[in-house]
């Protein structure tokens, strides 16, 4: 269902202008309009699903393999040195387009991107009670 509210609802539609670089009935890959590097891409799909937590299986099932084929396109186009796919859900975890989307972020040495996360300390308790009770959920 098409969010009146919302901007990737309105690029998938075309009602707002981006630079395409790839569309299939059910995706459409774009340029970033603010890129973290050179080539920096998103795939949306054309559905409005907020995040992972609400996205449709089938739709998602064929996410991987077109990034798959984005990135390689990507990679052959721009030589970059590496590439981050980067996905955020939630406010917290830095998403600020509430419409799904997988960024590819193609990475050049020295390109001073700064993306990673801080190495903690894991508590091996805790996380065999947690998988034993995330697996009953999968
Ligand atoms: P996120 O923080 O994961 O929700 O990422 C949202 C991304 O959408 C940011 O990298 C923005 O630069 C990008 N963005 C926002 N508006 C547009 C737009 N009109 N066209 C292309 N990219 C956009
Ligand atoms: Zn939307």
Known sequence: M??????????????????TIYETGEFKVIFDIAPASKGHALIIPKEHYDN?????????????PLATSVAKALKAETNCDGMNLLQNNGAVAGQTVNHF???LIPRYEGDGVKLACEPGDADKEYLA??????????
Do not use: W, Y
């Open 129 to 138: 009670e947690l998988a034993e009770k995330v697996k009953k959920r999968i």
């Open 52 to 64: 992972v937590f609400s996205i449709d299986a089938e739709v998602a099932s064929k996410l991987f």
């Open 2 to 19: 098409k969010k009146d509210d919302c901007i990737f609802c309105k690029i998938a539609a075309g009602e707002i202008p981006s630079t």
């Open 101 to 103: 989307h997988l960024h």
